[in-house]
């Protein structure tokens, strides 16, 4: 099983640039967000999903877009890129639609970095 | 507003001895309580969880965590510590007063057993 996919692994953008986090996972999961992990913070929700056409907003969503067309995919978009954004950004995705029910599962992170 | 605390950043034991690592948390509701650990340049994995009954919840790895409601705390505990213990751990929280679907994470403790 793949489990949840993230790519690219790195990610280099200037400043005001856009680009797309693509997160996918096989487990035919209904919740799937996005964590962003910075130094001494911990992980804090930027987006989730608790079903294809369902998204809502986490606790950091300024400046950041989620869809989810399919049930597999969840992409985050970035309009336009600031340094503040520079972090290790995480995908996961429960059976559930109420998270804790049943495990978050985590992809191995996208590190992306503003300049 | 739901909060959770790691009190140490980081801890360190010698190998075979007990380790404990700390987790205090504040919710305005009942908590549903998780313990996630973190690999380098791995996404998060799931040790274990309390939702309700039992306050010693056994999990992965031989990890446990005592859930004690007077001490809002929940901390990992784990009999004998192994090399490969060595990690990341995330205490994280939902708070089922709020009505919010998503989980809280404290900022980590970095765990390093001692051959």
């Known amino acids: 099983n793949a489990g949840v996919t993230q790519t690219p692994k790195f990610q280099v953008l200037k400043t005001g640039q856009s680009m797309t986090l693509q997160c996918a996972q096989d487990?035919?999961?209904?919740?799937m967000s996005w964590y962003r992990q910075d130094p001494g913070m911990g992980l804090r929700l930027i987006h989730y999903s608790v079903g294809a056409g369902i998204t809502d907003q986490g606790e950091v969503p300024n400046g950041y877009n989620v869809s989810r067309s399919t049930t597999e995919d969840f992409p985050l978009r970035l309009l336009s890129a600031a340094p503040s954004q520079t972090s290790v950004y995480f995908c996961?995705?429960?059976?559930?639609?109420?998270?804790?029910?049943?495990?978050?599962?985590f992809g191995n992170g996208t590190r992306l970095t503003v300049t | 507003a739901q909060s959770v605390a790691q009190p140490e950043d980081q801890v360190n034991v010698a190998e075979g001895n007990p380790l404990t690592v700390k987790c205090t948390y504040s919710v305005s509701g009942n908590p549903y309580l998780f313990w996630y650990v973190q690999y380098p340049n791995r996404g998060l994995q799931f040790l274990l969880k309390?939702?309700?009954?039992?306050?010693l919840v056994k999990g992965s790895y031989g990890f446990e965590a005592e859930f004690n409601k007077s001490q809002t705390s929940f901390h990992l505990k784990k009999p004998s510590a192994l090399v490969s213990d060595s990690a990341l751990y995330f205490c994280a929280v939902r708070d089922m007063g709020t009505g919010a679907n998503n989980l809280f994470f404290g900022t980590g403790t970095r765990l390093t057993v001692i051959p």
């Open positions: 309390y939702i309700t009954g039992d306050n």
């Open positions: 996961a995705s429960s059976y559930s639609r109420e998270v804790g029910n049943s495990p978050l599962h």
């Open positions: 487990m035919n999961h209904e919740y």
